[in-house]
């Protein structure tokens, strides 16, 4: 697993095509495993802070209640262009949740009225184990693929 920190550090131009594309909207879809092991779909915002990307959710949210139980999501960027001429982007990893008023507050603080005075829901900073970003380019479809410890890889087809 990678933090979002490392993933710029080795692919610094895919991270920052990736970050455009989680930054373009405010609405994303997550997908957290339920107990009986289907797949959950959920809105989110994704956050960088401090080097990390973050989820956050409402407190005893069925979401948060998934990753209590098991930390793996996906997060897809969930663009609004039919071209998808900026891409497509999914991060995949697990989640730890973060207790930390403070980190709270600073991912906080671009939004409208006081800051918060406790944690109002649940925390939580992504490890990444996979990142990909697929796009149209020329009429061919490119994938481009990060995992830990390893350069990028990139596919095209018509």
């Given at each position: 697993?990678?933090?979002?920190?490392?993933?710029?550090?080795?692919?610094?131009?895919?991270?920052?095509?990736?970050?455009?594309?989680?930054?373009?909207?405010?609405?994303?879809?997550?997908?957290?495993?339920?107990?009986?092991?289907?797949?959950?779909?959920?809105?989110?915002?994704?956050?960088?802070?401090?080097?990390?990307?973050?989820?956050?959710?409402?407190?005893?949210?069925?979401?948060?209640?998934?990753?209590?139980?098991?930390?793996r999501f996906a997060l897809?960027?969930?663009?609004?262009?039919?071209?998808?001429?900026?891409?497509?982007?999914?991060?995949?990893?697990?989640?730890?949740?973060?207790?930390d008023l403070a980190v709270?507050?600073?991912?906080?603080?671009?939004?409208?009225?006081?800051?918060?005075?406790?944690?109002?829901?649940?925390?939580?900073?992504?490890?990444?184990?996979?990142?990909?970003?697929?796009?149209?380019?020329?009429?061919?479809?490119?994938?481009?693929?990060?995992?830990?410890?390893?350069e990028p890889t990139r596919?095209?087809?018509?």
């Amino acid at each position: 697993m990678a933090s979002w920190e490392q993933f710029t550090r080795e692919a610094p131009d895919l991270a920052g095509r990736v970050h455009a594309r989680f930054t373009a909207n405010v609405h994303h879809v997550l997908a957290t495993v339920r107990p009986e092991g289907a797949p959950r779909l959920s809105g989110i915002e994704v956050h960088f802070h401090a080097a990390d990307a973050w989820l956050g959710s409402m407190p005893n949210s069925a979401k948060g209640r998934d990753l209590a139980r098991d930390p793996r999501f996906a997060l897809h960027s969930a663009p609004l262009e039919k071209d998808l001429a900026n891409g497509d982007a999914t991060l995949t990893g697990a989640v730890e949740q973060v207790d930390d008023l403070a980190v709270w507050q600073a991912i906080t603080a671009h939004l409208e009225g006081p800051p918060p005075e406790e944690l109002q829901g649940d925390l939580y900073r992504l490890d990444l184990d996979a990142v990909s970003l697929v796009h149209v380019k020329a009429g061919r479809l490119v994938t481009e693929k990060w995992r830990p410890g390893s350069e990028p890889t990139r596919r095209e087809r018509t």
